[in-house]
């Protein structure tokens, strides 16, 4: 079945530096692929989105370009705020006459030290 | 406008006790999904609702779990006989109709946090 895979966090970086999120999925039609963001106390909001390939999907700083020929979407941000610290999950969903239910990876934890 | 809510926002129950989630989706939306984030499993899909309809079970993890939704609003998740590794925060979103080429957002609540002790 459609699955996601994403890095292990949790991940610690100073202000400013730079993110990369891996995530790379296993999909039998052609999915849209999405990032979604859980901040402290709060609920699941979605980051980004792609629903084709080469897509660039982009949103407070944050990108991320569907890459059909290496079934990946990474996350990336030039340069983090103390203020990014959340938990990122990487989803797709399978929309071809499906019911269009996320699939998610487990989540990868950022911590932004000032 | 108001969001997707849900109720209780937390709760806590023994072994062995039936327990109802509450969802109320944002007006309009005729999707809705149930989802459980727990720390081992992550982010796991149970059921989807069309309306009133739910197409496919087979993401509930076992007979114990049901859900039904009327008027095509309010969705209720019911556990019977909770154990302890029921012990999850069940997330509930909702979309407008979801149809093939989607997609449309999924907006998630805020979650009701289950313990069972």
């Known amino acids: 079945g459609d699955s996601v895979t994403q890095m292990e966090g949790p991940v610690t970086l100073s202000e400013e530096a730079f993110l990369t999120i891996n995530c790379t999925y296993t999909a039998t039609g052609y999915p849209s692929l999405f990032w979604y963001v859980q901040y402290p106390g709060e609920g699941l909001q979605l980051l980004l989105k792609?629903?084709?390939?080469?897509d660039k999907g982009s949103n407070k700083g944050f990108e991320a370009t569907y890459r059909k020929e290496t079934t990946s979407f990474h996350l990336e941000k030039g340069s983090v705020q103390v203020s990014d610290s959340a938990v990122y999950f990487c989803?797709?969903?399978?929309?071809?006459?499906?019911?269009?239910?996320?699939?998610f990876g487990k989540g990868t934890k950022l911590s932004v030290k000032p | 406008g108001a969001g997707v809510s849900q109720s209780p926002s937390n709760k806590v129950t023994e072994k062995g006790k039936d327990v109802e989630l509450r969802c109320d989706p944002i007006s309009g939306h005729t999707a809705l999904y149930w989802y459980r984030q727990s720390l081992g499993q992550g982010l796991e899909f149970l059921i989807y609702f069309q309306g009133n309809s739910a197409p496919d079970k087979s993401g509930l993890p076992s007979d114990r779990f049901s859900a039904e939704r009327t008027g095509g609003s309010v969705s209720t998740l019911t556990i019977q006989r909770t154990q302890q590794e029921d012990s999850a925060v069940y997330l509930c979103a909702s979309s407008l109709v979801t149809r093939a080429g989607g997609p449309n957002e999924q907006f998630f609540g805020p979650g009701t946090r289950l313990t069972v002790l």
């Open positions: 792609a629903t084709k390939a080469d």
């Open positions: 989803a797709l969903s399978d929309y071809g006459g499906s019911q269009g239910n996320l699939i």
